[in-house]
Nanobody, 126 residues
Framework: VQLQASGGGYVQAGGSLRLSCVVS????????WGWFRQAPGKEREFVAT????????YNGDSVKGRFTISKDSAENTVYLQMNRLRPEDTAVYYC????????????????????WGQGTLVTVSS
């Protein structure tokens, strides 16, 4: 099973991008999707998560109000719409998937996911 992320690119500050992540096998059941990012020289950080029941969590300090996570369950695809991009949003963005759902999990931790995409680079110029 592979997760294929796409949609990254170069954009000026204030612009928008939409990232996509699709699972290679349609029979793969995704219960929770996540997006993380890693800026140069920094640790990977949580961005957003979306569960099968539409429970959504964002990294409130940095992206809430600007980024929107959504999914197409029929296509086993998750999206990250990023608006009003800032230079500090520059990073490699990774999608992640979990094949189980536990109500007590926040899914903001990388260890909550068993499957990862290869990453897509987003560069925001000032």
């Amino acid at each position: 099973v592979q997760l294929q992320a796409s949609g990254g690119g170069y954009v000026q500050a204030g612009g928008s991008l939409r990232l996509s992540c699709v699972v290679s096998e349609r029979t793969f059941k995704t219960y929770v999707w996540g997006w993380f990012r890693q800026a140069p020289g920094k640790e990977r950080e949580f961005v957003a998560t979306l569960a099968w029941n539409d429970r959504t969590t964002y990294n409130g300090d940095s992206v809430k109000g600007r980024f929107t996570i959504s999914k197409d369950s029929a296509e086993n695809t998750v999206y990250l719409q990023m608006n009003r991009l800032r230079p500090e949003d520059t990073a490699v963005y990774y999608c992640a998937a979990s094949t189980y759902y536990k109500r007590t999990y926040s899914y903001t931790n990388q260890n909550d996911y068993g499957y990862w995409g290869q990453g897509t680079l987003v560069t925001v110029s000032s």
